[in-house]
């Protein structure tokens, strides 16, 4: 008889939170179990999921003494890092959305089309990437496998979901005129170069978390990586324009044929008929959309491309799910 398996959902109210039910309506995994937790704030809520009323839960620290055997958590860095352990140390495997533990080296961080491999390394915990990462090396990995990266340049472009719900209501709430409460001046008209917190160095934490994820995912330790991350009124899907200098030298067409052929991916490039990635397109899928595939001829073997996907799917959700699947 098969076993039957049981999901904890955590912030199950949130962005990432429901659209990992929904991702998991979508792919029916063989899980018999699930339950949903937020804060205190949300317990109660019901949320229609797989045809029924679930009853959100308040998360505690005694929310694991019932056994679950894997738990998806979404629910910002400060609760992963207080529950999670508690989560792992009563056997139930964590897939966490939050920064909390992606650059432990002990904690495999997984993107499945890359190094689904590490899965099984994993002492309890797997780290999710951060969303501009994960597509990002979908994209960059069969690159690199093939011409071996020498250097990255990342200027990305991103959609107010990646802040959560509050980032939403400031676009929407900008459009009425009013003043934003989760950017530190209006989104609206304005592109804003400052995701996360302003490091020592200049750069802010998502640039770090760019730089520092890619060698890791990669096992690239010492990839000449920088990034520019910002900001846009755009409400879902990130959009990135990555500049890739090579070691090997290549040929265009079959940089885009290797892309073609790479799972996960799909290549709209076609600049005659006005046809490449857009956010809105990429919304409400799974996949990594590659496109403005050309050559940099500034340096010997270097390529420009413009990679978007959806931000909470790809970025977030539909990855966790994809490692839930691996795991099961
Ligand atoms: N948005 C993205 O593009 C994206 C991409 C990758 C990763 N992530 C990460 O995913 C996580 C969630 O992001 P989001 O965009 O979904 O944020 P969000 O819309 O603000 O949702 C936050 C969720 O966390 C829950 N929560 C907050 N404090 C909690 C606590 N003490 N105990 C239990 N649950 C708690 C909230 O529950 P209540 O309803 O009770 O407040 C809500 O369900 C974050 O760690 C974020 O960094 C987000």
Not at 138 to 154: G, N, Q, S
Not at 271 to 292: C, D, K, Q, S
Request: overall charge neutral; charged content about 25%.
């Amino acid at each position: 008889m098969n076993k039957e398996y049981k999901l904890a959902i955590v912030g199950a109210t949130g962005l990432v939170g429901r659209t990992v039910l929904k991702v998991l309506e979508e792919e029916k995994l063989p899980i018999s179990t699930y339950k949903l937790f937020a804060s205190s704030k949300s317990a109660g809520t019901k949320i229609k999921f797989m045809g029924t009323d679930y009853i959100v839960n308040e998360l505690t620290e005694n929310s694991f003494d019932e056994h679950f055997d894997f738990a998806i958590f979404s629910a910002g860095g400060d609760t992963s890092k207080k529950f999670s352990p508690i989560a792992s140390s009563k056997s139930c495997i964590v897939i966490d959305n939050s920064s909390a533990f992606r650059m432990d080296p002990s904690v495999p961080l997984v993107v499945p089309e890359v190094n689904s491999e590490k899965i099984k390394e994993n002492k309890g915990i797997i780290s999710n990437p951060n969303c501009s990462t994960i597509q990002a090396v979908v994209a960059l990995k069969p690159l690199d496998d093939k011409y071996k990266i020498k250097r990255i340049v990342y200027s990305t472009y991103q959609a107010v979901s990646g802040a959560g719900k509050k980032g939403i209501d400031d676009l929407n709430n900008g459009l009425k005129g009013l003043s934003p409460t989760k950017f530190p001046y209006p989104i609206i008209n304005n592109c804003l170069p400052h995701i996360d917190v302003f490091l020592d160095n200049g750069y802010t934490k998502e640039e770090e978390k760019m730089i520092n994820e890619t060698r890791k995912i990669l096992g690239k330790p010492n990839l000449k990586v920088t990034a520019t991350t910002v900001r846009v009124p755009v409400e879902n899907s990130h959009s990135e324009s990555i500049n890739i200098e090579f070691e090997n030298s290549f040929e265009l067409d079959e940089v885009i044929e290797t892309l073609k052929k790479s799972p996960g991916i799909i290549v709209q490039d076609d600049v005659m008929n006005n046809i490449y990635p857009l956010a809105t397109n990429a919304t409400g899928h799974n996949e990594v959309f590659v496109g403005r595939i050309r050559r940099d001829f500034s340096v010997e073997n270097g390529i420009n491309i413009w990679v978007v996907a959806d931000n909470i799917r790809k970025g977030a959700a539909a990855n966790a799910v994809q490692i839930l699947e691996k795991l099961l």
